[in-house]
């Protein structure tokens, strides 16, 4: 997870017109979203769409302190770049030890993620799942996938 975080606040802070793209709060998203698709923080939390002032309680982002790792991130004042990375790190990593070995297990993030892929895949229009499919049918075949079809 520290490398995670250290590598994409590192890079969001050396570079101007990523920081114009993405704001703090934008960036804290997108590392939750990473921490849960590789497994640190189970995928059936709800996820809100955008970092909002009022998150419902139910999101992993209220447990989330935005407003001390905002301060702590904001190199307008001359923050140094890895107190923002320890914190947010801490923050991060105090989140996930509120879940158990089982809310955790490999089994179940396999096949949450799986389900989750097969959503984000069935949401795409039709037309360009059959192209999908047409594209990378023999290396479904090869490494052993389900060859989806088009229903």
């Known amino acids: 997870m520290f490398l995670l975080v250290d590598y994409h606040i590192q890079k969001w802070h050396r570079s101007l017109s990523l920081q114009r793209c993405v704001s703090r709060s934008d960036l804290l998203y997108r590392l939750l979203i990473v921490f849960q698709l590789n497994g640190y923080i189970p995928l059936e939390i709800p996820t809100p769409k955008t970092v909002t002032p009022n998150l419902p309680h139910s999101s992993m982002f209220h447990k989330l302190n935005f407003e001390k790792l905002e301060g702590l991130c904001n190199f307008e004042n001359n923050v140094n770049v890895s107190m923002c990375v320890e914190a947010v790190h801490g923050d991060?990593?105090?989140?996930?030890?509120?879940?158990?070995?089982?809310?955790?297990?490999?089994?179940?993030?396999?096949?949450?993620?799986?389900?989750?892929?097969?959503?984000?895949f069935n949401a795409v229009p039709s037309w360009i799942r059959e192209k999908v499919i047409a594209a990378f049918h023999r290396d479904f075949l090869l490494f052993g996938y389900h060859v989806p079809t088009i229903d």
Do not use: I, P
Not at 101 to 120: I, M, P, T
């Open 92 to 120: 991060f990593k105090r989140l996930r030890g509120e879940f158990t070995d089982s809310e955790l297990s490999q089994e179940k993030w396999l096949a949450l993620r799986e389900k989750h892929v097969e959503d984000a």
